[in-house]
């Protein structure tokens, strides 16, 4: 019997909503309960992940909690554990707990699962709006001074549902918890006035996790992709030369230490128009820079503070900040902050994930 990727059929595609709007569709199942509810159409697997990429998760588990509180009530802060890789290849279900429903806050907590098991589970807390008083404290982060983000149309061939401009900064002697890593992310098309101010929460929280503990080793200047066999998974990601111009080449191509990313455009170059791949080539040109190579990096758990959930647009430009303050036996922390264009602070986010460093074992001595 063929695998099942979505309980039921994926409907047709809403062209009045914005391509998230339609990757982040759920399908309420009454039958199984009032609050369950499951993917409508199949969620996105990274090259080289464990995984279903986690920021689609975050997001659906809270368009799944939105549906459950009344008007005028806002999510503020959500605390999310990932528990188990999620299958790409069978349905996610989620099932909403109504925890509290006070004056000024309810609390949801949502589970994430697939084959009766919890892959991922959140707890969020929700504002009534304007509950706060006239009299207020107040103070906010400021956004720092950054080049604009360039003018220039999407690309064709990216299927992400957002595009980011990286902004490119040389590490120099400064200590590595004092490095940061600086983005402009948007939403590509239009969220619909269908899907309000909650679409583009849910947009935000799908695009936190943007290469989010991917920062431990960026900051520490060591190569993710310099293993031949995630190398292998990710060339063969490429369906076609004119993958090379997508966001393949942005995400990946681009990660290796700078002169050398025309080598390896070139190889890669070479896969798509049918010659083999040659990972451990690539691979030896990216260790050259920097011996040590990533054995296993996975997030364990994810924050979001929404400051204010209401002052911006995630189809608008976004600067996001990530820095790590710490990092060892065998994990790291990664803070990110996020504002509008105009400057407001809209939220901050914090991960924990697992970063461990593939060890150079001394062989076991055979036994006579």
Known sequence: MAKRVTIFDPPPLDTAKAGIENILELTPMQDIGPDVFTNSRPLWHPPGARGVYGGAVIAQCLAAAQRTVPEGFTVHSMHCYFVLAGDSE???????????????????????????????????????????????????????????????????????????????????????????????????????????????????????????????????????????????????????????????????????????????????????????????????????????????????????????PRAFRADEWMLCVMESPWSGDGRGLVQQKIWSRDGVHIATCVQEGVIRLKQDEPKAESKL
């Open 90 to 308: 069978i349905p996610i279900i989620y099932h909403v707990e109504r925890v509290r429903d006070g004056r000024s806050f309810a609390t949801r907590t949502v589970q994430a699962r697939q084959r009766g098991r919890p892959i991922f589970t959140t707890t969020l807390s929700f504002n009534k709006d304007d509950s706060g008083g006239k009299i207020k404290v107040e103070h906010s982060s400021q956004m720092p001074s950054v080049p604009p983000p360039k003018d220039q149309p999407p690309s064709k061939a990216s299927q992400s549902p957002f595009e980011v401009q990286r902004i490119r900064t040389e590490f120099g002697s400064e200590p590595i918890e004092q490095r940061r890593l600086v983005q402009w992310c948007r939403v590509r098309d239009k969220i619909s006035e269908e899907g309000g101010h909650r679409a583009h929460l849910s947009a935000l929280a799908y695009i936190s996790d943007n290469y989010f503990i991917g920062t431990v080793p960026r900051v520490h200047k060591i190569p993710r992709f310099s293993s031949p066999t995630v190398i292998e998974k990710a060339l063969k990601a490429l369906k076609n030369p004119s993958d090379l111009g997508s966001d393949f080449v942005a995400n990946y191509i681009n990660e290796v230490a700078p002169g050398r990313q025309a080598e390896i455009r070139k190889l890669a170059e070479s896969h798509a128009n049918g010659t083999a791949i040659d990972a451990r080539k690539i691979s030896s040109i990216i260790r050259s820079e920097d011996p040590r190579e990533i054995g296993m990096m996975v997030s364990l758990d994810h924050t979001i503070y929404f400051h204010n």
